[in-house]
T-cell receptor
């Protein structure tokens, strides 16, 4: 069983829809990251969370530490949001290294 | 802006060849990472380095080695390429004591 699980694996939405991607993890963590990967490979960091909620433009990320769960929401989705969204956690074991454990990603396609 | 560059976007090699993948970052980051990304498996850590000449094995180091002679450069070496090493290889860097990683564009390696 993966330590970081994402759902759904694939998601197709119509432009303008509200989108939610979920991430559950089974280890104690010090931080959780959401990343975006566009076709062609480049990965960019969207959010780093250790508690609560963060918002950047149309993107909102929340985390519930007790339930070991995080969600990424996209409001008023647009075709340019089409990408793979990856959840990653920094476990709180393993000393001072900055290693992350990654989920397998959610492939989002937003249709016009 | 942080820039992480990788020596090739696409590479085709033959079984048994020695392969060098190079990664350079321009932000004086202490940590550098090599991952491979395969469908359904997400990002898996091959090796990482937290300082010049320092390296640690990740989750899947078999068949790979690394070199970090200068702070800005981290090389991944496939001593004798095999077909099961066909994959997307991603390099990343991060400052010490922070989680946020900055990724290169990736190298899609095909071993025939």
């Amino acid at each position: 069983k993966n330590e970081v699980e994402q759902s759904p694996q694939n998601l197709t939405a119509q432009e303008g829809e509200f989108i939610t991607i979920n991430c559950s993890y089974s280890v104690g963590i010090s931080a959780l990251h959401w990343l975006q990967q566009h076709p062609g490979g480049g990965i960019v960091s969207l959010f780093m969370l250790s508690s609560g909620k963060k918002k950047h433009g149309r993107l909102i990320a929340t985390i519930n530490i007790q339930e070991k769960h995080s969600s990424l929401h996209i409001t008023a989705s647009h075709p340019r949001d089409s990408a793979v969204y990856i959840c990653a956690v920094r476990p709180n074991y393993g000393g001072a290294t900055n290693k992350l454990i990654f989920g397998t990603g959610t492939l989002l396609a937003v249709q016009p | 802006d942080v820039k992480v560059t990788q020596s090739s976007r696409y590479l085709v090699k033959r079984t048994g060849e020695k392969v060098f993948l190079e990664c350079v970052q321009d932000m004086d980051h202490e940590n550098m990472f090599w991952y491979r990304q395969d469908p359904g498996l997400g990002l898996r850590l091959i090796y990482f380095s937290y300082d010049v000449k320092m390296k640690e094995k990740g989750d899947i180091p078999e068949g790979y080695s690394v070199s970090r002679e200068k702070k800005e450069r981290f090389s991944l070496i496939l001593e004798s390429a095999s077909t099961n090493q066909t994959s997307m290889y991603l390099c990343a860097s991060s400052p010490a004591r922070t989680d946020t990683q900055y990724f290169g564009p990736g190298t899609r390696l095909t071993v025939l």
